[in-house]
Nanobody, 117 residues
Framework: QVQLVESGGGLVQPGGSLRLSCVAS????????MGWYRQAPGKDREFVAGMTNAGDANYAESVKGRFTVSRHNANNTVYLQMTDLKPDDTAVYSCAAAKWLAGYSYWGQGTQVTVSS
């Protein structure tokens, strides 16, 4: 079992920055990748960014050049550094973890990010 604990959500003005953090615990040795999804009200959940244990990063086209995903602390912590935030970035952001031979299947509780002036 993997547990994910998130922090860092909040209210930010357009053009501002915010950093999300997520710490994994439990059976972390089985984690192959960690990343972030987001879901706006009435919308489907979408992939935002992720990083494998090897350090390969992947980003949604809408956030490329603005968001940076990184992993630290023996790969048990994942960060999402968000810059140049836009109102369309407003959503509940969920930390996610994937195991080998499986997709993302572990989820944090989610943290609200609101971009508004």
């Amino acid at each position: 079992q993997v547990q994910l604990v998130e922090s860092g959500g909040g209210l930010v003005q357009p053009g501002g920055s915010l950093r999300l953090s997520c710490v994994a615990s439990g059976s972390t040795i089985s984690i192959a990748a960690m990343g972030w999804y987001r879901q706006a009200p009435g919308k489907d959940r979408e992939f935002v960014a992720g990083m494998t244990n090897a350090g390969d990063a992947n980003y949604a086209e809408s956030v490329k050049g603005r968001f940076t995903v990184s992993r630290h602390n023996a790969n048990n912590t994942v960060y999402l550094q968000m810059t140049d935030l836009k109102p369309d970035d407003t959503a509940v952001y969920s930390c996610a973890a994937a195991k080998w031979l499986a997709g993302y299947s572990y989820w944090g509780q989610g943290t609200q990010v609101t971009v508004s002036s």
